[in-house]
Structure formats: structure tokens, C-alpha cells
């Protein structure tokens, strides 16, 4: 099962230590970015989920209307993109109801999916999976089934989908992200820096590998001209910028070697009675 998903942020999102959130004083690409992604997911015919922000629902709705639009499954990915254990469970709960709502607002149907940013549910903020429980989500993407910079989940186990079962007493379905073992380190090479960075037959090759495959893209991912966050610690600035000006060749020999789905679709190939059931 391969799934399609993209995160819908801006160029400066890459950076989580100096997090600004006065987002209106930069430059604005996620229009070009979003449309490029949407016309090649057009031309084949394909169906992505795209986890989007709730500022971006309140400053740039018409960028979330059409993706919607086009027939693709919108996802939760916060309100300003804040790593979820920076909050406690009230904030966690304010910030993700607020930017449901947004999305709501916009599209006109019930947010069922989420994405923390940065993987950032692990074993020490259970309760946020709680939380979105607790806000009608059905689906959680949030999940790092090994350890990361920001934490990651360890205890997950293979990467694969699962049943949740809460401290609450309530379930979620997880589609976690899933990892390779590189020289004893996990990594994800279906999004993000890696994918980018690693050379595009190691990645068909573990993709082949795979028995569920979860790709996470940005429109940043393949915009070579934007600007640079000279900022950035030294490893965070290379994989926020290697690859570039490559990266959208490469999507698009990943979408030309393998068939993909939206997460609301992977939901109805799964047989959920067989899955795996965690109990946190």
C-alpha cells in the first residue's frame, strides 16, 4: 500500500528552533508551489490527501479551496505549525480545534484527518492523540515508529497501519511514516530531506521493498528559487536545501514506478479487523 500525502506549508516552515510566526512579512510561494503539484497529480489521474495549516486556511483559503477543488482529501496539520509537545493538552487542543475549524470554514465538510508537524506525537504527549479523539478525527498520521530528533516512537514497532487504543478508552486509526535502517539509523526516505538527498534507485528499491509506503512532500520540496534561511544550524540548512533543484524529477519517477492512494482511499482498502491493535 503506497499513500500520497503533502504537507501544505510555506518555504520558511523548514525551520522549527527559531520558529517566527509573523508569517505575513515573507515572501509568498505556496500558490506556484501547490498549483505545480496539483496539475502533475491532475495529468495522472491521481487522489493525495494534503494535510494543510489552519493560517493558511484564514490568509490564503483560495490555495485550500483548490485543492479541494480538484477532489483531494484535505488533513489537519496545526493551525501555525508548532511542534506538538511545545504544548500542554489545553494549548495542544485550542491550536488544533482552531485550525479544524478553519478548514471547515473553507471547504464545507468535516476535518477528519491529522498530521502533527515534525512527527511530533511520541510516547511523552499520549494524550494529544487523545485530543484528536476528542475533536471527531478518525485518522492520525503523526507518528515516527523509531527515535528522531523530535523524540519519534519508538515503542511503535513496524511501520504499518494500526488501531490505537487510548488511555481514554477511545481508538484511532494510525498510518504512521514509515523508515528504512541505515547504517544502524532509521531514517524516512519517502519525503522530505532524504528523499531528496538519496539517489532515486535506492528509493524505488526500498519503496519495492516496502509493504506500505507513506510519502510526505512540501511544495518546498521542488521550488529550487527560494529564498535561504542563513540561519539554520548547519545539518538542519542541508537538508532544508539539498536536492532541490532535482526533487520534482524524482517525484515524478515515484509516481511513474508505483500507484498510490489518499489516506481517506487506503482506509477503505484496509481490512481493519486484522490490523494490529496498540494499546498506549
Not at 484564514?58 to 483531494?72: D, S
Not at 544502524?184 to 526500498?206: A, D, E, M, N, T
Not at 535561504?228 to 515515484?254: E, N
Amino acid at each position: 500500500m503506497n499513500i500520497l500525502t503533502f504537507d501544505i506549508e510555506d518555504w520558511y516552515n523548514c525551520d522549527f528552533i527559531n520558529q517566527d510566526f509573523e508569517w505575513d512579512k515573507y515572501e509568498v510561494r505556496i500558490y506556484e508551489g501547490v498549483e505545480r503539484i496539483l496539475k502533475e497529480l491532475e495529468r495522472r489521474q491521481l487522489k493525495a490527501t494534503f494535510f494543510c495549516l489552519g493560517w493558511t486556511a484564514e490568509k490564503h483559503p483560495n490555495v485550500i479551496k483548490r485543492i479541494h477543488a480538484k477532489g483531494h482529501h484535505i488533513g489537519c496539520h496545526s493551525y501555525q505549525h508548532e511542534l506538538s509537545f511545545r504544548f500542554n493538552r489545553v494549548m495542544f487542543k485550542e491550536d488544533t480545534e482552531k485550525a479544524k475549524r478553519l478548514l471547515e470554514n473553507v471547504i464545507g465538510e468535516p476535518i477528519n484527518a491529522f498530521r502533527a508537524p515534525g512527527f511530533s506525537i511520541t510516547e511523552n504527549n499520549i494524550w494529544a492523540l487523545e485530543v484528536l479523539t476528542e475533536l471527531d478525527f478518525k485518522y492520525d498520521c503523526s507518528l515516527f515508529p523509531a527515535t528522531h530528533d523530535y523524540g519519534g516512537f519508538a515503542s511503535y514497532g513496524k511501520a504499518e497501519p494500526s488501531i490505537l487504543n487510548l488511555p481514554n478508552g477511545a481508538q484511532i486509526k494510525e498510518f504512521p511514516i514509515n523508515v528504512q535502517s541505515v547504517l544502524g539509523k532509521k531514517i524516512v526516505f519517502s519525503g522530505g530531506g532524504f528523499f531528496r538527498f538519496i539517489p532515486y534507485f535506492l528509493i524505488k528499491l526500498w519503496a519495492k521493498k516496502s509493504t506500505y509506503l507513506m510519502t510526505y512532500f512540501h511544495p518546498r520540496d521542488f521550488d529550487p528559487d527560494q529564498p535561504v534561511i542563513d540561519s539554520l544550524p548547519r545539518m538542519r540548512k542541508f537538508k532544508s536545501y539539498v536536492g532541490l533543484s532535482k526533487a520534482f524529477s524524482k517525484f515524478q519517477k515515484l509516481l511513474n514506478d508505483f500507484d498510490f492512494v489518499s489516506v481517506k482511499d487506503a482506509d477503505k482498502l484496509i481490512d481493519w479487523k486484522k490490523v494490529r491493535k496498540i494499546k498506549l
